[in-house]
C-alpha cells in the first residue's frame, strides 16, 4: 500500500478504434507542427475557486495549516496553449458557454498568421451547432478544429497544465482569499512560459 491521492476520472472509456484513429491523425498534426507547416494548438477551459481543492503542504509535527471552507465564486480560465509553451488565456467569473468560446476563438483567429488548428475535447460547448456552424468561417481563414475523441482528456497537453497550477505552482496562501487566489492563477497565467514552464516534447 502506498499513501497517495486519488484522481478523478472521466465518465466513460473512448471507442477504440475512434481512439488510435484520432491519436494517429494527432501525431500526424505534430509532425506537421514540428515541421512548421502548422501551428497547433490545444484549447480547454479549467475553473478555480476556494473550494475546488485544498493541497498538501508541509506542516509542523503537531500543528496543521487550515483554509476556510467556504462557498466561493468561481473564476474560469479558456486557454489557447501549444507545445512550446506560448499561451494565451481568457479569465471570466461566468459561466464559459459556446458564445464565449466563439468570441474567443474569434479573436484568437485574429491575430494568427499561419494556419492553426485547434485540438478541442468533445464538451457540449465545443460541438453545439453554433460552434459547427462557424467552422466554415475559420476554415477560410486557415483555422481549423480537430476534435479528440470522447474520454480521451489525455491528449489535450493543456489538461497538464492545469494540474500544474492547482497541484503544484499555487501556494496555500492562495487558498486564503479570493482576491489571493484570483492573483495567483494570474500571476501562473502571465509568466507561463518564462518563470513556469511544462516540456511537451
Not at 467556504?70 to 494565451?88: I, Y
Not at 460541438?127 to 467552422?135: A, D, G, M, R
Not at 497550477?165 to 501562473?188: G, M, P, Q, R
Amino acid at each position: 500500500m502506498s499513501w497517495h491521492r486519488i484522481k478523478r476520472r472521466v465518465g466513460g472509456e473512448a471507442e477504440a478504434l475512434e481512439y488510435e484513429d484520432k491519436k494517429a491523425e494527432l501525431e500526424n498534426l505534430k509532425q506537421q507542427d514540428d515541421n512548421g507547416e502548422i501551428n497547433l494548438v490545444y484549447v480547454d477551459e479549467s475553473g478555480f475557486s476556494l473550494s475546488s481543492y485544498v493541497p498538501y503542504a508541509w506542516q509542523e509535527k503537531g500543528e496543521q495549516i487550515t483554509v476556510k471552507s467556504e462557498k466561493s465564486p468561481r473564476l474560469n480560465v479558456l486557454g489557447f496553449l501549444n507545445r512550446k509553451n506560448d499561451l494565451e488565456t481568457y479569465l471570466f467569473g461566468c459561466n464559459i458557454n459556446s458564445d464565449i468560446v466563439i468570441v474567443c476563438i474569434d479573436n484568437f483567429c485574429d491575430k494568427q498568421t499561419e494556419p492553426t488548428v485547434l485540438v478541442i475535447d468533445n464538451a457540449s460547448i465545443h460541438t453545439s451547432n453554433k460552434i459547427l456552424n462557424k467552422q466554415k468561417e475559420w476554415s477560410s481563414k486557415n483555422l481549423t478544429i480537430f476534435f479528440l475523441p470522447k474520454y480521451s482528456p489525455e491528449l489535450n497537453i493543456i489538461e497538464i497544465l492545469w494540474r500544474f497550477i492547482k497541484y503544484c505552482w499555487l501556494e496555500i496562501d492562495a487558498y486564503f482569499s479570493w482576491e489571493n487566489l484570483v492573483s495567483s492563477v494570474e500571476y501562473i497565467l502571465v509568466n507561463f512560459g518564462e518563470e513556469y514552464v511544462i516540456n511537451f516534447q
